[in-house]
Structures are given as C-alpha cells and as structure tokens.
C-alpha cells in the first residue's frame, strides 16, 4: 500500500482528478480507520472556469485554492453539507478536485453511525446511500471545517492510498459538472469524471 505524496496533485487538475478514481481515501478517526474507494470527481480548474469558486477572485474563503498543491479544501453548502476538495496545480493558480462518491471499503459501521443510517448492502461495491455524494461523503468520514487549509497526510488523519486497483481509460466516464447551471458556456465542460461499476 503507497500512500501518495504531495507532488501527485501538483498537476494539471484534470488529470490528478482522473487518476483519483479507484484511490483509497482514508479516514482516521477516534482510533478508527475509515476507507471509502473514490468513484467520481470533478475538476475546477483555473480563472476562467466560471464553476469555479475562484472566478469570483481571491476572497478569504477561496485563499485556500491559491495555496500549495495537496491542501484541504473544505466548504459548506446550503448551509449544512461539508464537500472535501484536494487543491491542484502551482502556488497562485486556483484549482481543485472535488471528491463526489466513493465505495466504503473499511469502518461502515461507524459510517452508519455518522450518517444516522440502519443501511444494508445492496450493491456489489459499496452500501446505497452511504456515501453516493460529496455531504453524505464528509458525514460519513467525519470531514468539516477543521481540516480545511491543511495538507493530506497521515499527520492530518486524512491520506489517500494507492492499493494497485487497476482503472482504464474505457472505465472512465466524463460527464457535466453538477450544479454549475449559472457557469454560463463552463457548464458543458465534461470536468466530472466517474468510474464505472466492474
């Protein structure tokens, strides 16, 4: 098992966000480790990318984008939902990759208990509705402003593992961002990546 290091976000977005699916992101905590498969991503990447949050220029909450390749980004939405993005490119250069879904892997019961959720397995590779989108992702795993503007990394207890989970290019699917209708042109761009059930 490799974890990954730094410089695998330090570049182009799109690609660190296609080369995220099939990765273990890991979760440590209270001594427990949590392990979901990444599934789907989405790329937001630079200036002009009108989805982006950084379009709307260098403001205290988007600082974080500008920063160092591998920080944690983490915003809320609709005021109660965490997302947990991983920032990309150079220092100065806005971007990152939005985590969307992922597999649990390890820790679904105490998944469970985050969620507030009495879920079965119903699917070959993961628990329906555990963690099949970016909120009921940080809830699960227990991700909130805490971490944002941090490195991933052991030292944070949030890391990203490499376990040899083979992902071709034909098990891929780019598809629209979600929920970007107001980008203008930006939200045609196929910057969401998803992988494909085996």
């Known amino acids: 098992m490799m974890i990954l290091e730094q410089n695998f ?16 992101l890991v979760r440590k905590y209270k001594n427990i480790y949590l392990k ?14 009108l ?6 220029g260098r403001t205290p909450r988007t600082e974080v984008m500008y920063g160092e390749a591998g920080l944690i980004y983490v915003y809320l939405i609709y005021g109660m939902y965490y997302c947990l993005n991983l920032v990309t490119m150079p220092v100065d250069f806005p971007a990152a990759v939005l985590i969307r879904t992922a597999w ?7 998944m469970r208990k985050m969620r ?24 699960a795993l227990a991700i909130d402003k ?3 503007n941090k490195i991933i990394g052991m030292q944070n207890n949030l890391w990203i593992e ?18 970007v209708d107001y980008a203008r042109h930006c939200r045609e ?9 085996k």
């Open 116 to 139: 507030g959720k009495d879920t079965k397995f119903v699917q070959k590779n993961g628990i329906e509705g555990l963690t099949n989108g970016p909120g009921k992702l940080c809830q």
């Open 162 to 179: 490499e376990d040899g989970y083979v992902v071709r290019q034909k098990d891929i699917v780019c598809l629209p961002r979600v929920g």
């Open 104 to 110: 649990p892997i390890e820790g679904m019961e105490q």
């Open 146 to 148: 805490h971490l944002n």
């Open 9 to 24: 976000f330090d570049r182009n977005t799109n690609l660190v966000a296609q080369e995220l699916l099939g990765k273990i």
């Open 51 to 56: 989805a982006s949050h950084a379009s709307r």
């Open 36 to 49: 979901v498969r990444i599934t789907e991503t989405e790329a937001y990447h630079g200036f002009d990318d």
């Open 189 to 197: 761009w196929k910057w969401r990546y998803k992988l494909m059930e």
